[in-house]
């Protein structure tokens, strides 16, 4: 996503230039505070994970621009830059007396440059770096602008949360919604593993495991699967499953939609494995807290639920360990092709790898790729099976031999959607929309009825006779016995009519790229504000409509999800009225989602910063308010930058002891941890203490204990370093929204 950098000011962005760094370049960065820097907002000296062929000394420089956004941008940073870099050419500068001269040279800009060949701003600015690395003796350099930012920011959330002045309300209903499924999930598969005995594969019914059912000329359901026609890539999967392995082996069937890959799966571990306990994970959240017991199978179809998820990255690291653990173990999972290429592909040196341990996991599998269609050989093999659907598909594929396709009806899906009169297409689009807006939950007849119009012109929309029941009737009727285009439901305990109706997933999967070429049409939205559903559908709908700026039906959305106590909406409603300047209204929302224990609501109360005109300085808006924040903050020894900000209000305040019993504490009890350590700027009147990194490698155990490093070691004067200030949130003091935004409220 794009993030908004020119909220940031200043000192602001060069904290976050620093954060990046530490993850993009590794742990040979040094940063540096606020204050006189010699042009430097982090250096490294050796090897870093950026570049493979950069090894030397490197600066990073940070230049920010807080009315970012014109044409003159590029050219901007030109003239900033020139300035900024004639002074390394200058000998007389002290930067070069008492300096070094970088061999490397990172600028990272919140401006966003065009990247239009010849004649962009992204490579006018290169243009520039390449004839001053000529003269400065650079061996590399790179430009950060504000896109490449953005994508690191993507691959490294846990950074951009903790920079709530660009934190968006889809942002918080993202993380809201990806928990409250995910933990719902993990609990109930936790509740029914408990005491519970393992399932072995041939338990299983192949429908629960996701194979499709299958075309029946009875137009009935088919309760039965078609006969199995063994391909060439039948025999190469069995061979790793016969004999039995006595190691952990991840295999993956790569290949389009309705190919066969999970029916391939279920009956190459049906015949070789059959009395292993089969596990199926439902989420990646779930997978990762779930251990393995040996011998078994873990399933995962349609693997990338589980590999695009934020849980993603862990469930590959879990998968790892169980791989690694020399158990016989079979992971078997199934994949379309775009997205192997989506997760294994290396990312180009610089980019955001947000798939790394993904793509590590990928590196290990045994990939079999599963074709789109049957070869010549198959489908006379197919020809002479008794199986009726068997010759039923050979017919409707034709010559293009998808057989396997047309046994699962989807292309009698498709033909129902294209032949359908106007009437029956427009209460699947809207079942469609509606399913991609975020209401997961079924559609009632009365949802459709009045959702239809937004789909029909001024010629069908006038109409007097009955239609509703003709259109309802033809969109629920079987296809090949297999599925309906809308499958009546029924979420009442008790036997009746259907209250709702559920889209099929194949033609949702086809209707998406057509349906995302129109606009929602507001009779569908008003009949989804009238009836959003669960609290998941309310977050996925609220942020539907932010993410369309309607902001009114966002805040409309958020409360309901608030008042029953998710945190996730309590915030959103909070960013949501402070972008559009109404603070007053918003911070009751921002409190009540700390009281919820939202970390971003508790972080925005505890760094609310006025200014005072009689210091010249930023000072807490409520000290009090903000230490009791702080302090809840600390309890995670691993929150380190909330620690530097309890240290630096203690000392601010004269309770220096305080800070340095604190420190005290911390240090004993092994804190802070990895290779850090702490340094106290003192002055006449004011103490504060900062963290740094002190050095680039892991030093010896010995010097990491609390012994041979007590506080007074670390607590060491450092004039010439300030504490940092930290900027305010979005609760108070963030820019508006442009006025055709807050209009909608």
Known sequence: MAYELSRLDERRFEELCRALAMRVLGPAVQAFGAGPDGGREATFDGEVSFRPDWCGYGVLQAKCRR????????????????????????????????????????VATNVRLSSVAGRGGIDRVNDLLSAYGQRLGLKGWALWDANQLSAYLDAYPEISRRFAEFLTPGDVLAQAMDTINDVNEALRERRSAAGAPKRRVVDWEPFDLGVHRSISPAEQVATTLPDYVGRSHDANLRRLLHPMPINGVFIVLVGGSSTGKTRTAYEAVLTCLPDWALEFPTTALALGERPASPPSVIWLDEAQRYFSSPHGEAAAVALMEILRSNAPVVVIGTLWPQYWQRFATQPNPGDADPHHEVRTLLARAVRIDVPSTFLPVDVELARSRSDPRLRDAIATAGSSNRVTQALAAGPDLIAA??????????????????????????????????????????????????????ALAYVTRMVKGVIAPLTP?????????????VLADYLLQHLRPEQHMYPLPPQLWTVLLADPGPIEDQLRLAREAEERHLYRDAVTLCASPANQGSPGAAMAIGVLLS????????????????????????????????????????????????????????????????????????????????????????????????????????????????????????????????????????MNSAAQRRAKHYARPLSRGSPRMPSSTASNY
């Open 67 to 106: 009315t970012a956004g014109g044409v003159a941008d590029a050219q901007w940073l030109c003239q900033t830059l020139t300035s900024e870099l004639d002074q390394w050419l200058d000998a007389r500068r002290r930067r070069v007396t008492d300096g070094r001269i970088p061999q490397y040279l990172i």
């Open 417 to 470: 959607y294209r032949d359908a009169d106007p009437y029956a297409r427009a209460l699947m689009l809207a079942a469609a929309d509606a399913r991609a807006a975020g209401r997961a939950a079924p559609l009632s007849a009365t949802m459709l009825e009045h959702a239809a119009a937004g789909y029909l012109d001024e010629q069908h929309r006038a109409r007097t006779e009955p239609w509703f029941a003709a």
């Open 489 to 501: 439901v029924r979420s009442q305990p008790d036997l009746g009519e259907p209250d709702g109706y």
């Open 579 to 714: 972008r559009l300047g109404r603070h007053d209204e918003s911070d009751p929302w921002v409190r009540r989602a700390a009281e919820l224990g939202h970390k971003g609501a508790i972080q925005s109360l505890a760094q609310r910063y006025v200014w005072d005109a009689t210091s010249g300085q930023e000072v807490h808006e409520d000290p009090a308010d903000a230490e009791r924040h702080l302090r809840q903050l600390v309890a995670n020894p691993d929150d380190l930058d909330s620690l530097v900000r309890l240290v630096d209000l203690l000392t601010d305040s004269g309770r220096s002891d305080e800070a340095h019993r604190l420190l005290t504490s911390r240090a004993e009890q092994g804190d802070p941890p990895h290779w850090s350590c702490w340094q106290t700027c003192c002055t006449s009147k004011t103490s504060k203490a900062i963290w740094n990194p002190c050095c680039t490698s892991k030093p010896p155990r010995a010097a990491r204990s609390p012994r041979s490093c007590s506080p007074a070691s670390w």
